[in-house]
């Protein structure tokens, strides 16, 4: 069983950055792919983007594409998504994603995630 704790969400003004981390533990981290999701109060749970096993395939929605990034550290097992020029639509809770399968998988949605962290609430401000 894999527990996900994630942290470094906060305000922020429109333009500004964030980075959330997600710490993993019960499993073995390096194994796993790891994602990022994100739900808005009234609308479903979207995909923000997620990372192969090795780091080295990464995949984002199109709404963050260019602003986004996911990395990670499996020495550390933690995950990290580095948010900048923020915009009041990326107000969220973000929520951290492990699973098995291969980092596309996520892509498709939430529903088959294996595992998620409690989530972190983003809020930008205009």
């Known amino acids: 069983q894999v527990q996900l704790v994630e942290s470094g969400g906060g305000l922020v003004q429109a333009g500004g950055s964030l980075r959330l981390s997600c710490a993993a533990s019960?499993?073995?981290?390096?194994?796993?792919?790891m994602g990022w999701f994100r739900q808005a109060p009234g609308k479903v749970r979207e995909f923000v983007g997620t990372?192969?096993?090795?780091?080295?395939?990464?995949y984002y929605a199109d709404s963050v594409k260019g602003r986004f990034t996911i990395s990670r550290d499996n020495a550390e097992n933690t995950a990290y998504l580095q948010m900048n020029s923020l915009k009041p639509e990326d107000t969220a809770v973000y929520y951290c994603?492990?699973?098995?399968?291969?980092?596309?998988?996520?892509?498709?949605?939430?529903?088959?995630?294996?595992?998620w962290g409690q989530g972190t609430q983003v809020t930008v401000s205009s």
């Open positions: 019960g499993g073995t981290f390096s194994t796993y792919s």
């Open positions: 990372i192969s096993a090795s780091g080295g395939v990464t």
């Open positions: 994603a492990a699973d098995p399968r291969s980092p596309g998988a996520m892509r498709m949605g939430a529903a088959r995630v294996a595992y």
